[in-house]
């Protein structure tokens, strides 16, 4: 599902943020990416979600080479995928309804599944009460749960989420890892960025470490 | 997906609404402009005809013209709308117009018995559209029994060179225009896609078709181009209502009942045909550029 075979990243300033990843998540594996601020977590989910170019190496993800992938099949990647920015990338200017339905709108879906899709993952997320609200009268982490709603919405068979518990209470972090753990459950490959060490240990799951763009240890 | 553009469109003008307006109040100048010269050019023809002098078009006749010949000839000018006061002059008539030109000296030219009458007869008639005429003259030149056709050449000649002349200075005009139109719809997208840029980007992120991020702007403008040539015409029409009203055509068009047709239904679906298509075709060329999957990265690196 997830294939990266001796990848780099350099950033300018030769900035070294990946260094010789090798690195491979099958079909419906749940797998937490953990490492300290700074370790290359957001650098690899970039490469990963073709939002940026590996400066050497393999990606592959979900079928499509990324080094070669073509224009025009970046769009239908993209919607293969789900993903939950670490600085949540909502639109200021759309109500939470609004921006949990865009991956929807964009493949021209019906209004009628947008309705209904959209008013079940904010009743997942605990924001139905708000879904009329803006971002900017939303807390970080109530807009965090729309970031979560959003990457979730259009049902990809992988997930990607940076930091998606962040800015949540450890109540708040437990309830979305259950809607991760549902996902998961239904077959959708998760791969999550924490550096959350307590929510790591709750469940027993494969867990990649990172540090200095290097992978650490990999662990089942 | 229509109600997804629907709401972008709807967006764009409550967010930038006086930047649409100028836009729109530019494009309704250049349609203005342009549906005026569309209808200059074609009253041209009957405008010059009222102002110049009337011309007088002479069909001369062979002495040994048979009377269904004739007949023929007479007929081709009747059934000809743009000429008016038909009317025929015999050998002697002629004889007679040609002495009460030339005073007395000559007047015992026709009881001369050794006179051998040179005039030939003619038809003549008042011409009212000069833009016919070199068709219908082609037409009249191989009948039997005509002998020669004669008209103002010269004046037709220079009417000829002027509406070319007028056709293609407001041909040169109209691109001008439509250039500085394309540039203001070019700069309105501008600022829109640097307004939206962070939209945009969301927007690609969650698997947008470039289409889909640039039809917005390409519906937009066409509605721009479209409400620009209707207001255009519009415009038009309400000045040539007014001029009707309050002078009467006849007033500055110098009597004789000179009648100014409006822009015809073709010709007014072809200039709002024209508005939608130059807006949208506009847009899509300003917008071209951006969008190309990765940019989403390489807006920041
Ligand atoms: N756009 C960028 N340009 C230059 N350096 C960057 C850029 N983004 C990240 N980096 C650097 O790359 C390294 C890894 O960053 P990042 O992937 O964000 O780490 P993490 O998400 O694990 O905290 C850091 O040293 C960071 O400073
Ligand atoms: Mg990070």
């Given at each position: 599902m997830i294939s990266f075979l001796h990848t780099y990243k350099v950033y300018q300033g030769n900035v070294i943020a990946l260094r010789d990843v090798s690195l491979q998540v099958d079909k419906g594996e749940?797998?937490?990416?953990?490492?300290?601020?700074?370790?290359?977590?957001?650098?690899?989910?970039?490469?990963?979600?073709?939002?940026?170019?590996?400066?050497?190496?393999?990606?592959?993800?979900?079928?499509?080479?990324?080094?070669?992938?073509?224009?025009?099949?970046?769009?239908?990647?993209?919607?293969?995928?789900?993903v939950v920015y670490q600085d949540f990338r909502l639109l200021k200017d759309r109500n939470i309804f609004a921006n949990v339905?865009?991956?929807?709108?964009?493949?021209?879906?019906?209004q009628h599944l947008i309705q209904s899709r959209v008013s079940t993952l904010l009743e997942q997320v605990g924001l139905m009460a708000k879904s009329h609200f803006y971002p900017s009268q939303l807390s970080g982490g109530e807009q965090q749960r729309v970031a979560i709603a959003r990457a979730l919405v259009h049902q990809p068979s992988i997930v990607i989420a940076d930091e998606p518990t962040g800015n949540l209470d450890s109540d708040l972090s437990r309830e979305i890892m259950n809607l991760f753990d549902q996902?998961?459950?239904?077959?959708?490959?998760?791969?999550?960025?924490?550096?959350?060490?307590?929510?790591?240990?709750?469940?027993a799951r494969r867990v990649v470490r990172i540090q200095s763009g290097s992978i650490l240890r990999d662990e089942k | 997906m229509i109600f997804w553009f629907n709401q972008y469109i709807l967006r764009t003008w409550k967010e930038h609404t006086s930047l649409q307006l100028m836009t729109l109040v530019v494009l309704s100048a250049t349609f203005t402009i342009?549906?005026?010269?569309?209808?200059?050019?074609?009253?041209?023809?009957s405008l010059l005809t009222q102002w110049g002098d009337q011309v007088q078009i002479t069909i001369f006749l062979k002495d040994e013209i048979k009377k269904d010949e004739l007949s023929?000839?007479?007929?081709?000018?009747?059934?000809?709308?743009?000429?008016?006061?038909?009317?025929?002059?015999?050998?002697?008539?002629?004889t007679q117009n040609f002495i009460k030109q030339?005073?007395?000296?000559?007047?015992?030219?026709?009881?001369?018995?050794?006179?051998?009458?040179?005039?030939?007869?003619?038809?003549?008639?008042?011409?009212?559209?000069?833009?016919?005429?070199?068709?219908?003259?082609?037409?009249?030149?191989?009948?039997?029994?005509?002998?020669?056709?004669?008209?103002?050449?010269g004046w037709i000649e220079n009417y000829t060179s002027f509406t070319q002349l007028f056709s293609q200075i407001s041909l040169g005009l109209i691109l001008l225009l439509l250039g500085g139109g394309l540039l203001i719809i070019g700069n309105v997208i501008q600022h829109s896609i640097i307004q939206r840029r962070e939209e945009i980007e969301v927007l690609e992120l969650v698997g947008a078709t470039r289409l889909f991020i640039q039809l917005p702007f390409i519906i937009n403008g066409a509605l721009?181009?479209?409400?620009?040539?209707?207001?255009g015409v519009l415009i038009l029409s309400g000045l040539y209502l007014w001029q009707q009203s309050t002078m009467g055509t006849t007033l500055i068009f110098g009597g004789a009942g000179i009648k100014l047709q409006f822009l015809s239904l073709l010709e007014i679906?072809?200039?709002?045909?024209?508005?939608?298509?130059?807006?949208?075709f506009g847009s899509f060329l300003c917008i071209r550029k951006f969008n190309h999957g990765w940019s989403a990265s390489e807006a920041h690196s």
């Open positions: 749940f797998v937490y990416l953990t490492g300290p601020s700074g370790a290359g977590k957001t650098t690899l989910f970039r490469l990963l979600s073709a939002y940026d170019r590996c400066s050497s190496g393999q990606i592959t993800v979900a079928n499509y080479n990324l080094n070669k992938i073509k224009p025009h099949d970046i769009p239908k990647f993209r919607r293969s995928i789900g339905a865009l991956p929807l709108q964009v493949q021209s879906e019906s996902v998961s459950a239904q077959g959708t490959t998760v791969f999550i960025a924490t550096h959350d060490q307590e929510l790591i240990r709750t469940k | 342009f549906s005026g010269f569309l209808f200059i050019r074609s009253n041209l023809s023929a000839i007479k007929s081709v000018l009747l059934e000809t709308p743009t000429l008016t006061k038909t009317k025929y002059v015999s050998k002697v008539e002629a030339m005073g007395h000296y000559s007047s015992q030219l026709l009881t001369d018995p050794e006179f051998a009458n040179p005039l030939p007869a003619s038809l003549e008639a008042q011409v009212t559209q000069y833009s016919e005429l070199p068709r219908l003259v082609s037409q009249l030149i191989p009948l039997p029994g005509v002998e020669d056709v004669s008209y103002g050449q721009l181009g479209f409400l620009g040539a209707v207001f679906v072809t200039l709002l045909a024209l508005g939608l298509w130059f807006g949208a």
